[in-house]
């Protein structure tokens, strides 16, 4: 039996069902600015900067071009939120993309959107910030080979419960936990900015490096914008929570501006600092040693290895547990949103109506939240951490294809939309935005097409699913 199409009032995220049937449950707007900044720069500064850096720097080969390619994903950044920002104050309803696509595109589309962000977009990202939170963590111990993995992915097994668990305990706890932790992250990764930039000014011969360009090296180069992109990704993250926010109409346009902001500077100078710790060369001759046997990932913890390089072991041990404790950040935030995307599809009958039951106490859907558990844990312990970048990276840019181009979508289909924020430069904005995001997907298929496949595999499975699903009942 097909899932019916769902009403589209029924896409408010959390205002139209009640707990016992799916029917009334409501979850209270009690964030404000700063908690939607906080889950912003939460969402989008974690594993990408602290991981991918090494592999950029190890495929391009320049540390020059390297600093290009992330000014360059800082400006599909830029051209995204601003598009995201008039999506959002549009439709200031909780389930961020799966609400655009909606009301764009009706429920298929929208469900897709929702099992995307269910396997790659939260389930991923949880993967791969715990993973990597717990390789910095354990860094100091120097474990090899299974030791290694065993005890990287239990520290992550840990890390997941422990942030399922505060976020279904109130919002909160949620507000005081996310605030102080997305504190910490912001300010372990000015010390490194402040000191690496101190420390590491004498090698500034690092820095210019470029080197011609042919074929060979621009699809590389295009392959490498995929790492990148996936670090840039979390702008939208608080319109996931827009149903929960105070004045969503307002807020959340400047949270989204304010938070990607803050995030692209901050990239571009972390990225100084390991240029300044490492040549292209140091990081190519890491992953080339013939003792090494994780290929790429061997330069996955960049960030331990340029301040081992920087202040030396005294100083870079404490340095990478306190940036392993700031990628729980990011883990904490997709725990955060990742139900609500759950919660959202449940609402509207396209996933089983238990995920839209709310905690009586706490008003927090914990049932959503132990669906995502679920699929973070199966993916944590069958991928490798390259890998799971690239899985997620092709679901996340093919449905953030889909999602802007809403906005095209819906000037014509909604005219009568409220619109407190347009996109500036529209429509030139919003298609650079899906320009480059396509010419990306491309490269990952072209470079990596065997997980860019299952990838695509994964999206697909789930029509039929959408098609087969019962519908669960509806009050009367």
């Avoid at 990597?132 to 520290?155: C, F, H, I, N, V």
């Amino acid at each position: 039996m097909g899932i019916a199409m769902p009403d589209p009032e029924d896409l408010s995220g959390a205002d139209d069902f009640s707990d016992s049937a799916a029917s009334e449950a409501k979850m209270p707007a009690e964030f404000g600015v700063w908690m939607a900044v906080f889950v912003v720069v939460a969402s989008m500064v974690g594993t990408g900067v602290l991981s991918t850096s090494g592999y950029t720097m190890a495929l391009v080969g320049s540390n020059q071009l390297m600093l290009a390619l992330w000014v360059l994903g800082g400006v599909i950044a830029i051209c995204g939120a601003l598009t995201l920002a008039e999506l959002s104050a549009a439709l200031p309803k909780t389930g961020g993309d799966y609400v655009f696509l909606f009301e764009a595109y009706g429920p298929l589309a929208a469900f897709l959107s929702g099992w995307v962000s269910f396997l790659m977009g939260f389930s991923g990202p949880s993967a791969t910030a715990a993973y990597g939170s717990a390789k910095y963590m354990l860094a100091p111990l120097r474990l090899t080979g299974q030791d290694a993995m065993l005890a990287e992915r239990g520290l992550a097994t840990v890390a997941i419960l422990i942030f399922a668990a505060i976020h279904v305990s109130g919002r909160r706890r949620t507000s005081l936990v996310q605030g102080w932790i997305t504190g910490l992250k912001v300010a372990v990764l000015l010390v490194l900015i402040v000191g690496g930039l101190a420390v590491g000014w004498p090698n500034t011969a690092n820095l210019a490096d470029a080197k011609p360009i042919d074929a060979g090296l621009a699809k590389t180069m295009l392959f490498s914008m995929v790492f990148i992109y996936y670090a840039y990704t979390g702008w939208n993250g608080a319109s996931y929570l827009a149903g929960e926010i105070r004045e969503p109409q307002k807020v959340l346009p400047r949270a989204i501006l304010i938070g990607t902001a803050i995030v692209t500077v901050l990239y571009l100078a972390v990225n100084v600092v390991y240029a300044l710790a490492l040549s292209a060369a140091d990081v190519q001759a890491i992953v080339a040693d013939p003792a090494n046997t994780q290929g790429l990932d061997a330069v996955a913890p960049i960030a331990e290895i340029a301040t081992r390089r920087l202040f030396g072991e005294k100083w870079s041990n404490p340095l990478s547990v306190a940036v392993g404790l700031m990628m729980l950040s990011s883990l904490s935030v997709y725990m955060l949103l990742g139900p609500r995307v759950i919660f959202a599809m449940a609402k509207a009958g396209q996933f089983p109506s238990m995920a839209a039951r709310l905690t009586q106490r706490t008003q927090t859907p914990a049932v959503a939240t132990l669906f995502q558990i679920a699929a973070t844990l199966v993916l944590l312990w069958t991928g490798t951490f390259e890998s799971l970048f690239v899985y997620a990276s092709v679901g996340l840019s093919l449905f953030s294809l889909l999602a802007m181009s809403a906005i095209f979508v819906l000037r014509v289909k909604r005219p009568d939309l409220p619109r407190p924020f347009r996109t500036p430069g529209y429509p030139v904005t919003p298609a650079i935005y899906l320009g480059l995001t396509g010419t990306l997907l491309v490269a990952a298929f072209i470079s990596s097409p065997v997980v860019s496949t299952i990838s695509l595999v994964s999206m697909l499975v789930g029509i039929p699913v959408y098609y087969l699903a019962p519908r669960p009942a509806r009050a009367a």
